[in-house]
């Protein structure tokens, strides 16, 4: 590896860059804080930019330090400001500060246009539980920190936006060129990876979603066109290389400083000037200082998956060159393929929970036919629109849902954390380093082995039983899952509970309850067995469920040691909501009561032949804490020491009722819409409970 160590850093940029990295990092990653005092402990015995360094961290800290706590300056009920970007139901307005996503039909107005909003302004929803989708995170990476909903709109006037080149060749194009045709120009042009649904859940699926972001090879496959045209016209090779660099800056200014295209255009960029220059500046130096330029940008990006990925694959690229090697193209191909492969590996686990060890096959052949025929293709579709005619686009959407379809080779897996992250890229580097020296030893592939288990079998070092309460808005659905993966059971199955499940590594339910077949405790249930291993699906004995197993009061049945036992429905009722299934659930020395939407008629019902016996720790509130529900009675022999409600914020019946909460006061009482995913963690010793958000 001495190629690595020594002749691709030359230069100490690499250096400067690692506290750039690590400085933002640690706002979301605590643990890092000890990596960057490593990094400063060591540099300070090396002697390399001490100074610089420090200053740098000094600096990066109090960047990021005002970033991750930039709030929006709006506070009133109108908005002024210009429009840059119109979708079907909202749009985004630039006004002098920030960016605001807007809620309200625009289809009558342009981008450009000057406009009064008036309305109500929100904050968007935070991660539900710790590692899972935070739509405020999202947008605050495009800068955006605060949602309006729009009642009503006034066109004020217009004014030129850069945004409006890019939308007026659009709606050239759009005219001219198939849907499917417009969305790959869209993605491989222009950087917005917007393509159909069906098609995106397709290409994830292959594993081949990297493909399709702008790369070295598409920038340099335009640069290489411009250069052959500018030289037919101009003999001097410094105009032009100044009309290439002229044309990049705007390409990125054009397209939004997408990430994938300002790594690419940035390098290329740096490699003229430092080639005019006679700097000696490798391709290692030139990554860290298109790094430089990108965060200078947006802070923010080195948050986003779309840096990681793109950096991630270039840096590794570069460090593996020499292994790249050869005369054979096809396999160069197959070669960059396989380690492209292994670096993106955790980063799509953690996107898809899930790996298509075909993606190794489909990778290269999907490559070879982008990157030598329908890229090519796309981009004489720019200069003659009639070549749609032949429908390659469409024929290219089908051989990707043809091969979408091989999924025999998929393997599932949960999240995986930070920890193991940085063991997966210590791990990798250390294979390519044992490669290159061709002292690769079966040890090592004992040792892949090894953390493939781990990852893949993690939930067996989960030493708590967990009882969870999912954010899922106005639904319910509550995992219970016992400790070392000995089994898991959910009740009910609503809203977007199933992302949360893949991200826990939740392959298998060895039970399904449903409480009841209201929409809002079965929406999901399709989508939870299309993805999810279900052995067993329970339902009320009054009720309804296809494929399932009538329980009624008086069955039970263990999981493990866990024992469940079935209170209600005691009889049949003509509203729906009273023959739901009520759950007592016994874990350790605690006590948990489910009760589904029971109102109460049937919670008298309960406490006329359980009475004392329905005491626990633990009431999932009945009716996500409708006034119809929780009576002075059913409180009175329950007694719990907490109250849990599953309800939407902001819903249309205004759950929980203020009654409910004033007859709960003597109880802790928590919240989804407050305090998300709700998680009871119990061993033989105690219960702790954590919150997926603190509000």
Not at 109 to 127: H, N, Q, R
């Amino acid at each position: 590896m001495k190629k690595l160590k020594i002749k691709l850093l030359y230069n100490n940029i690499h250096f400067l860059i690692i506290p750039i990295v690590l400085v933002p990092l640690t706002y979301k990653y605590s643990i890092l804080i000890f990596l960057l005092i490593i990094y400063l402990i060591y540099i300070l015995k090396q002697r390399i930019f001490i100074p610089v360094i420090i200053v740098i961290t000094t600096l990066m800290f109090v960047v990021y330090y005002n970033v991750n706590n930039k709030k929006t300056s709006i506070t009133g009920d109108e908005i002024e400001g210009q429009i840059i970007e119109i979708d079907e139901d909202s749009l985004i307005l630039k006004l002098k500060r920030e960016k605001v996503l807007v809620y309200i039909s625009a289809s009558a107005f342009s981008i450009g246009d000057i406009v009064l909003i008036k309305g109500t302004s929100y904050t968007p929803e935070e991660a539900s539980y710790k590692g899972g989708f935070s739509y405020k995170e999202y947008l605050e990476n495009k800068g955006i920190y605060v949602i309006f909903k729009g009642k009503e709109i006034i066109k004020i006037g217009n004014s030129f936006c850069k945004e409006i080149i890019k939308d007026n060749i659009y709606s050239y194009y759009q005219g001219k060129v198939s849907e499917a045709t417009f969305d790959y120009m869209k993605a491989l042009i222009f950087g917005d990876y917007d393509l159909d649904k069906d098609i995106k859940n397709d290409i994830s699926s292959i594993g081949i979603s990297h493909i399709f972001q702008v790369s070295g090879f598409h920038i340099n496959l335009i640069v290489a066109f411009l250069y052959f045209l500018l030289s037919k016209i101009f003999k001097k090779i410094l105009l032009i290389e100044n009309i290439i660099i002229s044309f990049l800056i705007f390409y990125m200014v054009l397209c939004g400083f997408s990430i994938s295209i300002v790594r690419a255009s940035t390098m290329l960029i740096s490699g003229y000037i430092f080639k005019r220059y006679s700097m000696n500046f490798t391709k290692i130096d030139i990554l860290c200082i298109s790094i430089l330029l990108i965060l200078f940008i947006n802070p923010r990006y080195i948050y986003q998956v779309g840096f990681w990925l793109s950096y991630l694959l270039t840096f590794f690229l570069i460090i593996c060159s020499s292994l790249l090697r050869g005369t054979n193209k096809i396999k160069n191909v197959i070669k960059i393929t396989i380690l492209c492969f292994f670096i993106s590996m955790p980063i799509v686990i953690n996107i898809n929970n899930e790996i298509n060890l075909l993606s190794i096959l489909f990778t290269p052949i999907f490559t070879i036919i982008i990157s030598y025929i329908f890229l090519p293709y796309i981009y004489s579709i720019l200069l003659v629109t009639n070549l749609d005619k032949l429908k390659i686009s469409v024929l290219f959407n089908r051989l990707i849902n043809e091969c979408s379809k091989y999924r025999f080779l998929v393997i599932k897996f949960g999240d995986i954390n930070i920890y193991l992250l940085v063991i997966y890229y210590v791990l990798l580097i250390y294979f390519l380093i044992k490669i290159e020296g061709k002292s690769l030893k079966k040890n090592s592939y004992i040792l892949a082995l090894v953390y493939f288990l781990l990852i893949y079998n993690i939930n067996i070092f989960n030493f708590f039983v967990e009882v969870t309460m999912i954010d899922v808005g106005q639904g319910d659905s509550i995992l219970i899952s016992l400790n070392n993966n000995k089994g898991n059971l959910l009740i009910d199955s609503s809203g977007k509970n199933l992302n949360y499940l893949k991200d826990m590594g939740i392959r298998e339910l060895d039970y399904l309850i449903i409480t009841h077949s209201d929409t809002d405790h079965i929406g999901s249930i399709e989508e939870i067995k299309e993805n999810i291993k279900v052995k067993n699906i329970l339902c009320s004995k009054y009720d309804n469920v296809i494929n399932s197993k009538k329980i009624a009061s008086g069955d039970k049945f263990f999981l493990s040691d866990v024992k469940f036992e079935v209170l209600a429905p005691i009889k049949e009722y003509s509203n729906l909501n009273n023959i739901s299934v009520v759950l007592k659930v016994t874990i350790y020395n605690y006590t948990f009561l489910f009760t589904g939407d029971i109102e109460e008629e049937a919670e008298l019902d309960l406490v006329n032949k359980y009475g004392n016996s329905l005491k626990c720790d633990v009431l999932k509130i009945p009716h996500h804490g409708s006034k119809s529900s929780t009576s002075k009675e059913f409180l009175n022999v329950t007694n719990p020491k907490y109250s849990i409600i599953s309800v939407g914020e902001n819903n249309l019946y205004s759950h929980p009722s203020n009654e409910v909460l004033e007859r709960l006061n003597k109880t802790k009482i928590y919240q989804t819409a407050k305090n998300g995913n709700i998680t009871f963690r119990i061993n033989e010793e105690k219960m702790k409970i954590v919150l997926g958000k603190m509000n």
